[in-house]
């Protein structure tokens, strides 16, 4: 949900996580690798679990990095009206009776607070 006190300067955290990313796949198939060399199948098959994450890791992150950039609300928006999460359209102009939220309904029943 967007509240409006976004920073107007916030940065993808995409490019950090793909250096990550790069740098425990390379330190996982170092230890694949020294551990199958030095008969120690246990931790050689724990590095070649995190070595195939970092692989994953990898490929959402270039996923995502090619998508490019997202819309982005500006200053001039005005914060969102939280979703209650009943599926009913919040705002005017939305209802059948032209917005007024206490035309046509009674009681406690209507569904607003």
Do not use: K
Not at 36 to 53: K, T
């Amino acid at each position: 949900m967007r509240t409006g006190s976004e920073p107007a300067t916030a940065r993808s955290p995409l490019r950090m996580r793909l250096w990550l990313s790069l740098w425990g796949m390379a330190w996982a198939l170092f230890g694949l690798v020294a551990f199958a060399m030095n008969g120690r199948p246990g931790w050689a098959a724990a590095c070649a679990v995190v070595l195939l994450l970092a692989v994953v890791d990898l490929c959402v992150i270039t996923y995502r990095m090619r998508q490019g950039a997202h819309y982005q609300p500006g200053r001039d928006i005005p914060p969102y009206e939280p979703d209650h999460g009943d599926g009913r359209p919040h705002g005017p102009g939305h209802d059948a009776d032209g917005g007024r939220p206490d035309q046509g309904r009674t009681g406690p029943s209507s569904g607003r607070t």
